[in-house]
């Protein structure tokens, strides 16, 4: 169990000023709270794989079914969180833009449009990550194009993402936080992309065999080996 002299100690360590240690501590509670947060959700998600109901997860939370639910289940919304999006590196933030782009004739963002902006971005260690991994070079690019709709559709003024989509991203700052990044890279996307795996894009990554324990392994590899290169890259 973390304790509190232990967190006194950090603060104290990282800076001399009373009024800088007393930021530092808001600072690191922020961040206290928000590994709590994607604490529970895992275990969340976890109960609802082994088929737990949101009335169960309710009970367990001292909460009920309908709060539970509002927690811990993205909604379709043209926005997207925006302090994880503040954190995102400048490719996070062009894969976004590039996915958007993807969907111009799609009533929806989803999972499958990220997945063209990871692509997209190729000097990102997502793209790298896919090229190493996929079973063919370009299969997973293929892959997915054939999935897309190629009807042209109405798009509605303030096009959604998908709840899919959405989770994906706060699987990406759940995967960031447990590599201990307080950033989201690429790499975070495409991680929390293989999470979400009942998106279009986890189903297409399988096919061409990009997993998520390969792609992680892979990413830990290249981020912590002798040649390391900055994370988010």
């Known amino acids: 169990m973390i304790q509190l002299t232990d967190l006194i100690v950090t603060v104290a360590q990282e800076a001399d000023d009373p009024l800088l240690r007393l930021a530092k501590a808001v600072e690191m509670s922020s961040r206290l709270n928000e590994l709590g947060d994607h604490l529970i959700g895992h275990f969340v998600d976890e109960a609802r794989r082994g088929g737990a109901s949101w009335a169960e997860i309710g009970e367990s939370l001292?909460?009920?079914?309908?709060?539970?639910?509002?927690?811990?289940?993205?909604?379709?919304?043209?926005?997207?969180?925006?302090?994880?999006?503040?954190?995102?590196?400048?490719?996070?933030?062009?894969?976004?833009?590039?996915?958007?782009?993807?969907a111009r004739f799609s009533e929806r963002i989803g999972t499958e449009h990220l997945l063209l902006g990871l692509l997209d971005e190729s000097g990102g260690l997502a793209a790298k990550t896919i090229a190493k991994l996929e079973s063919g070079e370009g299969s997973t690019r293929i892959a997915v194009l054939h999935r897309l709709d190629a009807e042209a559709?109405?798009?509605?003024?303030k096009q959604p993402y998908t709840t899919h989509c959405k989770k994906s991203l706060e699987l990406?700052?759940?995967e960031a936080l447990r590599m201990g990044h307080m950033f989201i890279g690429t790499e975070h996307i495409l991680l929390g992309v293989l999470l979400e795996e009942e998106g279009t894009a986890a189903g297409v990554l399988h096919s061409t065999g990009v997993t998520h324990a390969a792609a992680a392994a892979h990413i830990e590899s290249v981020v912590n080996g002798p040649q390391r290169v900055l994370p988010g890259a």
């Not at 001292?62 to 927690?71: D, F, I, L, S, Y």
């Not at 289940?73 to 400048?90: A, C, F, G, H, W």
């Not at 559709?153 to 003024?157: H, L, M, V």
Request: proline share 8%.
């Open 62 to 102: 001292g909460v009920t079914k309908q709060a539970a639910q509002k927690r811990f289940v993205p909604k379709e919304s043209p926005e997207l969180s925006k302090p994880s999006m503040e954190r995102y590196t400048q490719r996070s933030r062009r894969v976004v833009a590039l996915a958007r782009h993807h």
């Open 153 to 157: 559709r109405q798009r509605p003024e």
């Open 172 to 174: 990406a700052v759940r």
